[in-house]
Structure formats: C-alpha cells, structure tokens
C-alpha cells in the first residue's frame, strides 16, 4: 500500500514522474545504478516514460527502500516512510525543521534551504531581479532585507511558493539530469519564466551542482525529496491560489 503522503502521486503528470524517476535509476554518467530495481520490471517497460502515473506504487516504494538499511528493508518488505525520508535529507542538508511539523511544512523548509543558501552567494543585480520577478515587496533591496523578504513570502504560501518551488526543483534537474522541467504554465507564469532560465536560474543551478552530497543514497533521496515537493506544490496550487490568478494548466515545452 502507497505512503499516505505519496499517494498524490498517481495523480500527477508523467513528465513530472519521469524526472523523479530518473532520479531514482540513473546515476550521474547516465547509466542504471547498480542497487535500483526498478528498469528491470514489466512494469517500467510498459509505462516509462509516457504513463508513469499507473505506477506510482512502484516509484514510491523503490525511492523509500533508498532511504532504509538493505537488510532492514528485506526484514520489514519495505522501505522506510516517506516522512523519515524526507526528514533524513533534511538533516543532511543542515535544514532547519521541526520533525514534528506537517510534510508540507518539512518540504517547505527543505525549498527554502536551497534557495537561501544560493542566494547567499548571488550579486545584488540577481537577487533584486528574483524579488522583482517573484512579485515579493521589500523596503529595501540589501541582501539581508531581500532574504528576509523570500522568507516571509514562503511562509504565507501561493503562487509565491509555487514559483519558488518551481526555480529550485528546475535547477536541480538541469544540474543533475542535463534538462529542465516540462512546465505548466498559465497567464500568470509567462510573466517572469524567464527567472529559472536566466541568471537566477543558472544560479541556483551553479550552486547545486558544485554541491558535493556524501552518500549514494543521499544523491537520490535529496533530489528526489526536492521534486516531490515541486509535484506536491504544484498539485495543490489551485487551492491556494485565488481566483485572480485563473490557475489554468497546460504544457509547455
């Protein structure tokens, strides 16, 4: 049976999957990792990449089993949950959380994190630009002030959070797989889609990719854990969003 707080994702776009599941199988040069199993299964065959969503079940216990012991996982027929997962990155990441917040909120941090740090490390020009593009205001524009102001934007949520989400987990599959994310996209995102392809964008991706993550399974669970929280963003944006957004999806390649 599906992890409750992965169960969303047999609902979700196959092209969003696919990015998650490369993660899972695909080591850095490409190639299927030695310890994934999921490439060998009928299952894959029949549904990679198009129609992942019929095996989300799949997905997600192959991605848990990353996050627990290989003779624990055979003892107990399954992975660890997905919460521990996600806390684990977290911790190896240096994020601070409270592990007995929501997932959502644990998700949330774990997006600001990454964010934060790389804009630690941006130019004044590039870090008044994200603010401008998030739409996010601010009495000042010192980098102190514009963190602060990134900050409380993620903490109200919406759009705000949505684009966020979107930046950081787009950097992270350019840097790791070679390519973006399949964007949705409505009125409302063309207006600063050019933020996670510019030097924003590049940034986050610069920052990512000099991130030297100890661990074979860390360097599936941490991005993977960053793609589920864009996915869950994402599926829940038309609940946050209000009506004057008019939150109408379609692809955009």
Excluded at 213 to 242: D, E, H, L, W
Aim: hydrophobic residues 45%.
């Amino acid at each position: 049976m599906i992890d409750k707080d992965l169960a969303f994702l047999a609902s979700a776009s196959s092209s969003d999957l696919r990015v998650l599941v490369d993660y899972i199988t695909l080591d850095k040069s490409g190639s299927p990792r030695m310890t994934e199993t999921l490439t060998t299964t009928k299952e894959y065959k029949m549904y990679y990449p198009d129609r992942l969503e019929k095996m989300a079940d799949s997905i997600a216990d192959e991605l848990q089993r990353f996050g627990g012991n290989t003779f624990a996982n055979i003892i107990r027929g399954h992975g660890v949950s997905y919460k521990s997962l996600l806390c684990g990155a977290c911790k190896k990441m240096k994020v601070s959380f409270n592990k007995n917040s929501s997932v959502e909120t644990i998700e949330i941090c774990l997006l600001q994190s990454v964010l934060l740090k790389t804009m630690e490390d941006m130019s004044d020009s590039d870090l008044k630009n994200l603010i401008e593009e998030l739409d996010i205001r601010t009495t000042s524009f010192t980098k102190q002030a514009m963190m602060a102001a990134v900050q409380s934007a993620i903490r109200i949520g919406g759009f705000t959070s949505y684009k966020i989400a979107v930046i950081v987990a787009n950097a992270v599959a350019r840097a790791l797989l070679g390519r973006g994310l399949s964007f949705a996209a409505n009125a409302a995102l063309t207006r600063w889609i050019g933020v996670f392809a510019g030097p924003v964008g590049w940034a986050v991706t610069i920052a990512w990719t000099a991130l030297d993550i100890a661990g074979p399974a860390y360097r599936v669970t941490i991005p993977s854990v960053i793609q589920i929280a864009y996915m869950r963003i994402k599926a829940n944006a038309p609940k946050q969003i209000g009506s004057g957004d008019s939150f109408v999806m379609y692809e955009n390649a």
